[in-house]
């Protein structure tokens, strides 16, 4: 089991500039989840697929923000002509659709990857 | 909405000194409840969790009862250890068997000294 994981974990970028996020999940887990993490505060959820349908995403992901995930594995998370207020952790999250198990239904989080705009 | 209130931090302890995190949480049904642990500079971990009322999540000394009746979710440890140091978080998921993503609490610092 690797666990999730991101790519790139730390991004400094130019106000402006367009970033893009990788997050490969757990090898069976076929749901996938993207929150937001600003200092001092819980991860807030941004967006969900299930397979490579982007099932449900919150008013947080404004236009300048999209995601993928084109063959139901890995994901990407792009964020086009980046504000100061996009600095923040970004963190992947997967999850099985098993749910008869004690694992099933249960997110696992990857490392993050800490964008700053300067 | 559903959500999820913790106590304020920092908590600062010393070692083998005995911890709670106060959880509650507001939601419909019956709602997966969670706690993860983050530390320093990473990603969140699993710590444990309850799917039911009355059930006790435990893992690595802690320990966590799911109490519908008072809807909360409270952080135990007996004896902390420095190693313990990190930020809390309780989180929830409205039912089992469904997609629906997680709503956490602002989370809980806590500093153990020796």
């Known amino acids: 089991d690797t666990g999730v994981s991101q790519d790139p974990r730390h991004k400094i970028t130019k106000r402006g500039q367009n970033v893009t996020f990788r997050c490969d999940p757990i090898?069976?887990?076929?749901?996938l989840y993207w929150y937001r993490q600003t200092l001092g505060q819980g991860p807030e959820f941004l967006t969900y697929?299930?397979?490579?349908?982007?099932?449900?995403k919150s008013r947080l992901l404004s236009d300048r923000f999209s995601a993928e995930r084109p063959k139901g594995s890995f994901s990407t998370l792009e964020i086009q002509r980046t504000e100061q207020g996009d600095s923040a952790m970004y963190l992947c999250?997967?999850?099985?659709?098993?749910?008869?198990?004690?694992?099933?239904?249960?997110?696992?989080f990857g490392e993050g990857s800490w964008l700053t705009v300067v | 909405g559903d959500s999820v209130t913790q106590m304020e931090g920092p908590v600062t302890l010393s070692e083998e000194a005995f911890l709670t995190i106060n959880c509650t949480y507001t939601?419909?049904?019956?709602?997966?409840l969670f706690w993860y642990v983050q530390y320093p500079g990473e990603g969140l971990q699993l710590l444990l969790k309850a799917t039911k009322a009355d059930d006790k999540g435990s893992n690595k000394g802690f320990e966590a009862t799911y109490r519908k009746e008072t809807t909360s979710f409270h952080l135990e440890k007996g004896s902390v250890q420095v190693s313990d140091s990190a930020v809390y978080f309780c989180a929830l998921i409205p039912w089992i068997g469904t997609a629906s993503k997680l709503t956490f609490g602002t989370g809980t610092r806590l500093q153990v000294t020796l």
């Open positions: 090898s069976e887990h076929n749901r």
């Open positions: 939601a419909t049904g019956y709602p997966s």
């Open positions: 697929f299930q397979n490579e349908a982007q099932l449900e």
């Open positions: 999250a997967s999850s099985s659709r098993i749910t008869t198990t004690l694992s099933g239904n249960t997110i696992y």
